[in-house]
């Protein structure tokens, strides 16, 4: 474990919610991870511990697209919306991984809205 206070203020605020929520197969849970340059979303059903979907800023079609990250965020939403869709998902539980739900990780949860899926 990293020794920077940040990163583990972070993890602490993660296990807290974690604690709190969960995903199942008809409800899981949209957790975010956030890097410097990227970010990822992924839908997880915690009950078998499996990825049903995930979507991230790296992919060609999203790296392709011109714009700030908070915009290439929004898509990354949206993309993980219509995988969720083909699924038959409508419903998740956001898992904001402990970070403030501002910027970055709101944009991927107003794209996931935007895409027609009910967090």
């Not at 206070?5 to 604690?19: A, F, P, S």
């Not at 800023?57 to 969720?84: C, M, N, P």
Request: charged share 30%; with cysteine.
């Amino acid at each position: 474990m990293s020794t920077d206070q940040k990163v583990i203020r972070r993890q602490k605020l993660r296990w807290r919610i974690r604690t709190k929520i969960s995903g199942t197969a008809q409800k899981p849970r949209l957790s975010v991870f956030r890097s410097n340059k990227d970010i990822y979303a992924q839908l997880i059903d915690d009950a078998t511990g499996t990825t049903l979907a995930s979507a991230n800023s790296r992919q060609k079609d999203i790296a392709a697209q011109k714009g700030t990250k908070s915009e290439l965020s929004v898509l990354v939403g949206k993309a993980i919306a219509e995988k969720a869709k083909s699924l038959g998902i409508e419903v998740c539980v956001f898992d904001r991984g402990g970070y403030l739900y501002h910027g970055r990780v709101k944009s991927v949860a107003d794209g996931a809205r935007e895409g027609g899926l009910k967090l």
